[in-house]
């Protein structure tokens, strides 16, 4: 059981329905969360407005139907102006403190203006509330299982630009670093997640009716969430599902067609010729033991060795014959994009790109917010190569900060230190965060922070 003083982290996913506002019903487990110890009463969370900087004292109380968000509740309600309709993601971050996502009836997550009440904000705070990586939530309806469509909202804001969306594929990636590659399909305005995305969920363990928290991570990649039939955000179980991914859609980008087209073509006639002569090979094996099978039959029990040696033939070929095969069958598989060849370092957890535009992409453990080990390959090919000062934007914070670029090449290790400590501590980093670092220039580098 939760208690003030432990950290316990606890997510839950509700709709606001008719009589929401009122009251919220939320679930034992997360009300356990702000258990004081005297058996029930007196509970209070501390919800954070989703600018960060207003907290309101709201009641956690229960009653014969189970748990509740009660006395403030509705004031938080009418000063966010929540609407029924809407989806809330509650988390208990620890030591009573309970942070709230709002997604409007669009299912992108709410930007709140400036027309909001809340009590002790100033018009400056309210348009510098806190940033959020661009997310939005995803009913598994029973159409959506074979086809999710992105909210419009979403593409009107312009995360994806129109560059991108040609290239008609995106990347999941699991909480298991596996990476799914799914179609993107358009229909007029609309654009879904489609292709093998039926069998990215069934991967996953996902099934009908659950909801998707789907965050963008940027450079056409995405993560997701999954909340179960309670609410309750539940982890992820890896399927043992194998299967070739085959892009369905027509429309993939024309100029990983025609590379694909030329390495299969040319796959494709090695594999022929090499099966040609494999296969001839075997014609003649097998004409020489028809012919001489019944000399081999009745000498069989007098020259052992000679049936030895025809059956080695035989099995020779047709290890041959299967090689061949498989050469052939792998030059038809599809082949992975550019853009997600770089596999993920396990040791590190680590990825990156170095394209046109640069970026690598790190978890933080409790020794890289000291400092931090970047590849020495991606380093290079940004021009990161003796030891520099770099200057670090964060996508949440105004201002920048120097961090020392230190260069170990007999060691072979690059690293970020001096200052990286207090960009950790002035963005309030810690152990599971993600960072992603965009080159914006070879010295200039812009953070983008994915909260754990």
């Known amino acids: 059981m939760g208690k003030h003083g432990e950290r316990s982290v606890t997510t839950q996913l509700k709709m606001v329905l008719p009589g929401s506002s009122g009251k919220l019903r939320i679930s034992d487990?997360?009300?356990?969360?702000?258990?004081?110890?005297?058996g029930g009463a007196g509970m209070t969370a501390f919800l954070v407005s989703p600018f960060g900087t207003a907290v309101w004292?709201?009641?956690?109380?229960?009653?014969?139907?189970g748990a509740f968000l009660g006395r403030r509740w509705p004031e938080f309600v009418e000063a966010h102006g929540i609407s029924v309709g809407w989806f809330l993601v509650l988390r208990h971050e620890g030591r009573g403190v309970l942070t709230i996502k709002a997604f409007d009836t669009t299912y992108f997550i709410k930007e709140f203006g400036q027309t909001l009440t809340v009590p002790g904000l100033g018009e400056a705070q309210i348009k510098t509330g806190r940033a959020r990586k661009p997310q939005f939530i995803g009913p598994l309806w029973h159409n959506w299982m074979q086809k999710m469509p992105i909210p419009a909202e979403f593409l009107k804001h312009g995360f994806i630009s129109d560059e991108e969306l040609k290239r008609r594929m995106v990347t999941f990636v699991t909480p298991f670093r596996e990476f799914w590659h799914i179609d993107l399909e358009k229909d007029g305005s609309n654009v879904f997640f489609a292709g093998v995305w039926l069998k990215f969920l069934e991967s996953q363990g996902v099934t009908e009716g659950e909801v998707l928290l789907i965050r963008y991570q940027g450079n056409m990649i995405f993560t997701i969430e999954v909340f179960g039939f309670t609410g309750c955000r539940r982890n992820l179980k890896k399927q043992d599902i194998r299967f070739e991914q085959t892009g369905n859609s027509e429309e993939t980008n024309s100029s990983q067609q025609t590379e694909q087209s030329e390495e299969t073509n040319s796959s494709q006639k090695t594999g022929q010729t090499e099966e040609a002569n494999s296969s001839q090979?075997?014609?003649?094996?097998?004409?020489?033991i028809t012919l001489s099978s019944q000399n081999t039959e009745q000498n069989e029990e007098a020259n052992p060795s000679q049936k030895n040696a025809h059956s080695s033939k035989e099995a020779?070929?047709?290890?041959?014959?299967?090689?061949?095969?498989?050469?052939?069958?792998?030059s038809e598989e599809t082949r992975i994009p550019r853009s997600c060849r770089n596999p993920l370092n396990k040791r590190t957890d680590c990825e990156y790109e170095t394209g046109s535009q640069p970026w690598i992409r790190k978890q933080l453990n409790a020794k890289l917010r000291n400092n931090i080990t970047l590849p020495g390959s991606f380093c290079k090919k940004v021009g990161f190569t003796e030891t520099c000062k770099i200057t670090l934007k964060s996508s949440e914070k105004k201002g920048s900060w120097e961090v020392h670029g230190l260069v170990y090449e007999k060691i072979c290790q690059w690293k970020l230190s001096g200052g990286w400590k207090m960009f950790c501590r002035d963005n309030g980093l810690k152990e599971g965060d993600v960072c992603t670092f965009k080159v914006l220039k070879s010295k200039l580098w812009h953070v983008d922070i994915d909260r754990c």
């Open 29 to 38: 487990e997360l009300a356990e969360c702000f258990d004081s110890g005297d």
């Open 57 to 65: 004292r709201v009641e956690v109380g229960r009653d014969s139907d």
């Open 281 to 288: 090979k075997t014609g003649r094996t097998e004409e020489m």
């Open 316 to 330: 020779q070929s047709q290890k041959e014959a299967h090689i061949s095969r498989r050469k052939r069958k792998r």
